[in-house]
């Protein structure tokens, strides 16, 4: 017996089976071409992206020079005028330099709690309380400079939505301390912080503009720019327990977005929504990046990350394991767990 093809069916179908395997082969390896050219494409974009970061800086540092050399000489004689125009001139570097700096932070947890204490409890509480207690920020100190994105990762429990929380000024720290330098507080934007699900979206919009620190004045003036930005339409009207978790986080980022944050913390909230509005909110933030705006994000998308942030900080247990590049800093990280870039795929 033999085929249409004049082979036997044993050799038709090692044929059809090579031909298969062929053309699979031949997909695999242009899928590995198109991920190599997105890869070099993206990292492209963010040397760029990074070296106009440091040209800016580079501007502001020389033009605040140029001020200070043009300031009035009196007493350049004086010991003490000179001293006094160095210390003018520090103070300008500093301004220019750091946003957000954190120094030896260290957060303790209890490991258990007791919601109603009981005689059983009593009883154990001896035991318990030679328990240690659980170090969610251990000795972490990191600063943030003015015009960066900075980008948190790690595994889960590594403690860094506890370190951001920290830096908002939410959560105080059983030791270390915060400086923000800037006229505004860090403004910490996380899915639901401020906002209640059983209210109408119109409602969590002024909830959310009061919990940030807006007068109702100021909300009413935004209001309308926020439904615009947000894209929710009749749906502002809708409770928010019928929003999708994308229509939640859209809200939430189109209210914190519209005070212009001198410090915006993103917790697992970096490029939210579908792709038009990622593409919309990404943008957003590279503006409030120009205006010398600060932004430090914790998220687990680690390509978006290493496209955004200019310097990535790995956290594992508690401590900072690694702080630089973040090429460098997101292949250690995967490393570390055992994933490569390719088995991480795209976010």
Known sequence: MTTDEGLPPDEAEAKRAAEVAARRAARREALEAERASRRADLQARRAQRRAELHARWDE?????????AAAPSEGEGDATGRAARRESANGAAAEAGPALVGRNLTVRFRPFSERSPSLRSHGLRAVKRHEAPVVAVDDVSVTINRGEAFGFIGSNGAGKTTLLRVLAGVLPPDSGEVLVYGTQAPSLLSLGAGMNR????????YLGGLAAGLEKK????????????SDLGDA?????????????????????????P???????VFAVGDQAFKKKSTETMEELLAEAGTIVMVSHGLNRMKLFCHRLAWMER??????GD???VAAAYLASVGITAEEAGED
């Open 262 to 268: 001198q410090i915006l913390l993103l917790d697992e």
């Open 326 to 328: 973040p090429e460098e």
């Open 218 to 229: 100021e909300i009413d003036e935004m209001f309308d720019d926020v439904v615009a930005y």
């Open 318 to 323: 508690g401590r900072l394991m690694a702080v």
């Open 198 to 205: 059983k209210l109408s979206g119109r409602r969590n919009v």
């Open 236 to 260: 502002i009207d809708r409770p928010a327990s019928t929003y999708s978790t994308g229509m939640f986080a859209r809200l939430a980022f189109a209210v914190a977005i519209r005070r212009r």
């Open 60 to 68: 502001q540092r020389a033009a605040r020079a140029a001020q200070a």
